[in-house]
C-alpha cells in the first residue's frame, strides 16, 4: 500500500543523506586479516589545474578497469572536505556504471590519517608528487613527506631521483617510519600526474589530448603499482 511505499522512500531517503564515509566499520580490521587497500588523492586536480569533469571521468574508467584485478582489494579516493567537487563527480559517475561500492569508493579525510583519525585502515596510499620527488610544494606532497619523517625521502632515492608525467615509481616504508608504524602505511607510490599550471614545470598549456593521455596513463601506472604489491 502508499504508507509501506512511503516507508521504503524514506529509508532510501535516509540512506541517501548518508553520503560520506560510510565504510568506516568494514575497514576496522586487524593486521591479520587486511583487506589491501590503497588510498589515492585526485592526481593533478588541485596545484596542477587539471579540469576536474574530464579527471573524474578518466578516475572511474581506470577504477572500473583494474578493480576485476585486484580482487578483494579496494580502491578509495580521497579528499580532504566534504565539499570535495572530485569526490562527488567520481561517487555520481561511479554509482551511474554500478560499480561495487565495497571495491572503489570515496572517503573524506587526510590521507596521512586515514588509519588514526577516520578509521580507515590503508596500508598502500598514492601521492601527487613533482618531477624531482622532493618533499615540499604543499598539497598532498608536503602533507605526506612531512608525515613520514626522513625515511621517505631516504626509501625513494633507493628507487628513483626523478619521475615523468605518466609515471609511478613505489616506495616501500621501513617499519620506523610514523606513516609505517602509526597508520599501517607499508608502502607510498608516487605519481606524477600532468600539468596545466603555467607557474610549474612541464606545462601543457590546456592540451586535453596529451593531458588525458597523460592522465589516464598516471593512473594505469599507479594501479599497476599497487597490484605489484597486492600480489
Ligand atoms: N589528504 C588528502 N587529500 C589531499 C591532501 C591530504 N593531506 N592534501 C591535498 N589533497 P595536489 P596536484 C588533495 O595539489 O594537483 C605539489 O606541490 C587535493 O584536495 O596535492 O597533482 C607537488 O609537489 C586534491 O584533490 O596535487 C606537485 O608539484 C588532490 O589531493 C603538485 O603539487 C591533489 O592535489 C602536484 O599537483
Same mark, same amino acid.
Given at each position: 500500500g502508499s504508507s509501506s511505499s512511503n516507508e521504503a522512500t524514506n529509508a532510501m531517503r535516509k540512506a541517501n543523506e548518508k553520503t560520506e564515509n560510510f565504510r568506516v566499520s568494514p575497514a576496522k580490521l586487524g593486521s591479520a586479516d587486511i583487506v589491501h587497500t590503497l588510498a589515492f588523492p585526485s592526481i593533478s586536480t588541485a596545484d596542477f589545474q587539471f579540469d576536474l569533469e574530464k579527471a573524474s571521468d578518466i578516475i572511474v574508467e581506470k577504477a572500473e578497469e583494474f578493480l576485476p584485478k585486484v580482487g578483494t582489494a579496494r580502491l578509495v579516493l580521497v579528499d580532504?572536505?566534504? @565539499?570535495?567537487k572530485i569526490l562527488s563527480l567520481v561517487k555520481a559517475k561511479a554509482s551511474q556504471k554500478n560499480i561495487d561500492s565495497a571495491s572503489f569508493f570515496t572517503f573524506v579525510g587526510d590521507i596521512t590519517k586515514l588509519r588514526s583519525e577516520g578509521g580507515l585502515h590503508c596500508n598502500v596510499i598514492a601521492n601527487a608528487t613533482n618531477w624531482r620527488l622532493?618533499?615540499?610544494?604543499?598539497g598532498v606532497n608536503a602533507a605526506i613527506f612531512k608525515a613520514s619523517g626522513p625515511d621517505l625521502e631516504t626509501a625513494t632515492r633507493v628507487r628513483a631521483n626523478t619521475l615523468l608525467p605518466g609515471k609511478a615509481v613505489v616506495v616501500p616504508l621501513p617499519s620506523t617510519c610514523p606513516l609505517h608504524n602509526a597508520? @599501517?602505511?607499508?608502502h607510498v607510490i608516487h605519481v606524477l600526474g600532468p600539468n596545466m599550471n603555467p607557474n610549474r614545470p612541464d606545462n601543457l598549456n590546456n592540451d586535453y589530448t596529451k593531458g588525458c593521455k597523460t592522465l589516464r596513463e598516471a593512473y594505469t601506472s599507479l594501479f599497476e603499482g599497487f597490484l605489484s604489491v597486492v600480489q
Open positions: 580532504l572536505s566534504h @565539499g570535495s622532493k618533499p615540499g610544494g604543499g597508520e @599501517g602505511i607499508t
